[in-house]
């Protein structure tokens, strides 16, 4: 199973950036997705999760009321709509999935937001 995230890159603060992770691979099922994101310096921290069957969200209280979580089950996506971005929403952003038997945590390779003043 690879994942395989996108659109990254660098925004005025204030701004707007969409990010993509695709699931690819054989034989799995998705149990959750989601978006975890890492500054310098600091520890990898949630930034918002969604559940495949239901869609139920959670947002870190540091991005609810900007940023938006969604998925597309059919192509096995999860979107991370990211606005009114601030300076420190720079980091990179980790796409993580969870299958649901067995239960196997994935990450994918970071992409980068960086927001400027």
């Known amino acids: 199973v690879q994942l395989q995230a996108s659109g990254g890159g660098l925004v005025q603060a204030g701004g707007s950036l969409r990010l993509s992770c695709a699931a690819s691979?054989?034989?799995?099922?998705?149990?959750?997705m989601g978006w975890y994101r890492q500054a310098p310096g600091k520890e990898r921290e949630l930034v918002a999760t969604i559940i495949n069957d239901g869609g139920s969200t959670n947002y870190a209280d540091s991005v609810k009321g900007r940023f938006s979580i969604s998925r597309d089950n059919a192509k096995n996506t999860v979107y991370l709509q990211m606005n009114s971005l601030k300076t420190e929403d720079t980091a990179v952003y980790y796409c993580?999935?969870?299958?649901?038997?067995?239960?196997?945590?994935?990450w994918g390779k970071g992409t980068q937001v960086t927001v400027s003043s």
């Open positions: 691979g054989n034989r799995f099922s998705i149990y959750r």
């Open positions: 993580q999935m969870v299958t649901i038997s067995p239960r196997i945590l994935y």
